[in-house]
């Protein structure tokens, strides 16, 4: 009944060879060649595990291994293909490696569950084509009102629409989504590395992730006067930079205080006119925290509107909010957590309970779905980069944990 | 004995119409259109009041008033011609303007001094054109050793060679510099605008310079590691902003205390990847520090390098300085400093004395000649700007010690 490692590893090798860089890393962007062999590859060790495959009209490749009964709402597994710009071969892959193994221990034993269980390798998670990150879920889970294919450009302004029409699929799909899923599958399920190192630096194994973190976006024009560097007092100035650098040391102190409740950082940050003998007049700044609790969001952002007002006076400068955004938090559902802790303790593996500090496809799923992750520890806690590396040993762990709960779930 | 406000005016008013902009401002970089067609009027301005004039090999206008004696050494003053684009019509003008109406108060009550007076008008004092600054004071002292005049080039990629010939001048003057100017002159004054606040602060119309202020430039690489806003807890980042941010503010906060012994600014502040979701890898800032003291310059380096060692263990990041360099501070000649100010006592005019914070042909001429500098004072400070003034009694009473330093110096 347990899963076997080497054949997770077996076709893992044979995945990542779709993009391998010279560096070693990962290149494999949604709808490009080896994005495309890459699916051909998956699709027919589907088949060949009992699965009947589709792509849908957005280029997301899913294969149902049929349950018992199979009107009801299928269980769904699995992760995103796609990768960053020379990225890991974990991120994503994994995911969808894990849960295809899940399957072929199935089809060996020739067992069906109750219900079916589909397997979804999402197109575009990363954002890496198109800037827009989850466009494959997004648009799996009907999300995409607000834009038309044809209104996706990748950075040589090809857009989504001549990518489809080259994949054969439709330019326009129409309905470009598909019904609501929560009509058409029960929950939702990914195994994913954790991409931090709060599993590797508490010593576990396997994480259960409580919810996807929530972000504040927040944009800021700080605006004092340029002037001379020399002749300028230092009494007389409004120096903008010296105003947005309190505040980033400020921000950076709090978070650290925080105790791990929130993240905060200043990530943009450019000086105008960012000349060594001007006095600087403006700075734009970009803050982002981020919280598995909304709360939280909201008291940061007050805290640092409040701090901001002191810094106004005391570098004579002024501040504006340019633009604020919120992606909320997706707590994940409670009944799967459970079910995956069950599991877990069934095979003696001690797991921590974490949030996910990144976005997922399942931040989009759990929007639809009851949906839960499954964490492997990250090697330094590296991804998106070709040094991106996780312990086999916490793989076989996490994957029998993963198959134990989709047999559980599958066979309700 | 006195000069004449109305004259000044009348020759300023002249030459501000030579680059006037649409804005109010004043755009002549040296070698244009504008700028030859002000050196033809101040020519003939010069010649109208008994001065013979040359155009050295640079560009620098100079027109001599005989002395009794015209076989020693002449005194020296003036300005420069050019500005910075869209600047004010005061700086530089108002010392050419200053001197010319000296002489041509000498020349209508027929008056000549034992020793010659020249009046320079520079070119290329700003740099707008190679950005180079003092390029024709510099020229003119014999400093140019590390530059052939084809390798400075404007932001179109016409060399300095290119517009000496469009000028009529030789492209490679051979000798490209003068004979040294120390046996060629006595001395150098320079009547300029203060483009500070320090004298309008203080309520004077007239500041002696004591020193021109020396610049202490250090350009800092802060590195820690790029890494992902969401998954890296705040314990395990290596924020190089924040570092860099923390160091700033240190900078600003020390040179506040100082009140006004030196000024330091961070001017130049450039973030990788400089992304609002990735805490930043890396930020490459600009150091300014100055002050007329030499040795103030290096406590405060050493201060701040005592500081950023603090600073790398507090945010693990690295510092290294990639470029290091200092103009040095150049003091005014003290008996011609008494001589100004002996001046400015027989016409019962007070006056300040103070540091120039910023640099001028005076700084070139100091590291050659005895040389002095009167201010007068900007309103609210402002130059390099349409908005630069200065007050016409202030400049009344400035013009009238220079007269009297000029008498005083030339008829030793």
New interface residues.
């Given amino acids: 009944m347990n899963i076997n490692l080497q054949k997770i590893q077996d076709l893992f090798a044979v995945l990542e060879k779709y993009g391998k860089t010279s560096t070693g890393g990962i290149t494999r962007l949604s709808y490009s060649t080896e994005f495309h062999e890459a699916q051909v590859l998956l699709k027919a060790f589907m088949e060949n595990i009992g699965m009947s495959v589709i792509i849908d009209p957005l280029g997301n490749l899913m294969g149902t291994y049929p349950g018992r009964d199979t009107s009801l709402p299928p269980i769904c597994c699995g992760s995103h293909l796609d990768s960053v710009i020379n990225g890991g071969a974990f991120d994503g892959a994994l995911g969808i490696v894990s849960a295809l193994e899940c399957v072929r221990s199935w089809h060996q034993e020739n067992w069906h569950p109750h219900k079916s269980l589909t397997v979804i390798a999402f197109i575009e998670e990363e954002g890496s084509r198109f800037g827009h990150v989850c466009l494959g879920s997004r648009g799996f889970a009907g999300d995409m009102i607000e834009n038309s294919p044809a209104d996706f450009k990748d950075r040589d302004g090809k857009s989504l629409s001549e990518f489809l029409t080259g994949y054969g699929l439709s330019p326009i799909p129409n309905p470009f989504t598909t019904v609501p899923i929560n009509k058409k599958y029960a929950s939702f399920i990914e195994l994913h590395i954790?991409?931090?190192?709060?599993l590797e630096?508490t010593g576990y194994s396997v994480g259960i992730v409580s919810a996807i973190?929530g972000?504040k976006?927040l944009?800021l024009l700080i605006s004092g006067k340029a002037?001379?560097?020399?002749?300028?007092?230092?009494?007389?100035r409004h120096?903008a930079?010296?105003a947005?650098?309190?505040l980033?040391?400020f921000i950076?102190k709090n978070?650290?205080a925080?105790q791990?409740s929130y993240?905060?950082?200043?990530?943009?940050?450019?000086?105008l006119p960012?000349?060594?003998?001007?006095?600087?007049g403006k700075v734009s700044l970009?803050i982002?925290i981020?919280s598995e609790n909304t709360s939280t969001l909201e008291n940061v952002r007050n805290l640092i509107i409040e701090y901001y007002k002191k810094i106004c006076l005391e570098y004579k400068v002024e501040i504006e909010i340019i633009n604020e955004y919120d992606v909320p938090a997706v707590p994940m559902d409670k009944k799967l957590m459970r079910i995956i802790s069950q599991s877990a303790k069934a095979l003696k593996i001690k797991y921590k309970t974490l949030p996910?500090?990144?976005?997922h496809d399942s931040m989009i799923m759990g929007q639809h779905l009851p949906t839960a992750m499954i964490f492997v520890p990250s090697k330094n806690?590296i991804?998106?980069s070709p040094l991106e590396s996780s312990n086999w040993l916490d793989i076989e762990k996490a994957v029998n944990i993963l198959n134990l709960t989709l047999r559980s779930l599958a066979d309700h």
């Fill in positions: 954790e991409q931090g190192k709060v630096n973190a972000i976006r944009s002037n001379h560097a020399g002749s300028t007092t230092m009494q007389d120096d930079l010296v947005a650098a309190d980033s040391v950076y978070a650290l925080a791990g993240v905060a950082t200043v990530g943009k940050f450019n000086v960012n000349e060594e003998n001007v006095v600087p970009s982002e981020r996910s500090w990144s976005g806690g991804s998106h």
